[in-house]
């Protein structure tokens, strides 16, 4: 793919990682300013000489902010709250849910500056 955006996104939540051993101190509930980074991609520009325009990820920001924001991840999302599994989860929001899903290539999750998780999808497209 030739051209490449991004758009970012931050939000602030609770959670804690109840898979992990005993004692691990992630197990306890603790918070985070987290980052989400969406990238898309496509091999030719639109009409407008854009891969998309910005506001066209809008609802993204609007399902971050009713859905993540402020709230305790463990009962917000039907997943274990990892950043590889919010990455996961904004993924398919985005490609179900966003008119220029389809250019969706990636989306990145930081808990902090120095950590990140990224999903992309596999070669079946993102099957899940």
Same mark, same amino acid.
């Given at each position: 793919?030739?051209?490449?955006?991004?758009?970012?996104?931050?939000?602030?939540?609770?959670?804690?990682?109840?898979?992990?051993?005993?004692?691990?101190?992630?197990?306890?509930?603790?918070?985070?300013?987290?980052?989400?980074?969406?990238?898309?991609?496509?091999?030719?520009?639109?009409?407008?000489?854009?891969?998309?325009?910005?506001?066209? &990820?809008?609802?993204?920001?609007?399902?971050?902010?009713?859905?993540?924001?402020?709230?305790? &991840?463990?009962?917000? &999302?039907?997943?274990?709250?990892?950043?590889?599994?919010?990455?996961?989860?904004?993924?398919?929001?985005?490609?179900?849910?966003?008119?220029?899903?389809? &250019?969706?290539?990636?989306?990145?999750?930081?808990?902090?500056?120095?950590?990140?998780?990224?999903?992309?999808?596999?070669?079946?497209?993102?099957?899940?």
């Amino acid at each position: 793919m030739t051209y490449v955006i991004g758009k970012q996104f931050i939000f602030c939540a609770a959670h804690h990682l109840d898979r992990l051993p005993p004692g691990h101190k992630c197990t306890r509930v603790h918070g985070h300013t987290y980052t989400v980074d969406v990238q898309l991609a496509a091999d030719a520009l639109g009409a407008a000489d854009m891969v998309c325009d910005f506001g066209d &990820l809008e609802d993204l920001g609007e399902y971050i902010a009713a859905t993540l924001d402020h709230r305790d &991840l463990n009962e917000a &999302l039907t997943v274990q709250p990892t950043c590889e599994r919010i990455a996961e989860h904004l993924y398919h929001w985005c490609r179900d849910n966003l008119p220029a899903g389809r &250019l969706v290539t990636a989306v990145r999750v930081s808990e902090s500056p120095r950590t990140w998780a990224e999903y992309r999808p596999g070669a079946a497209g993102g099957a899940r």
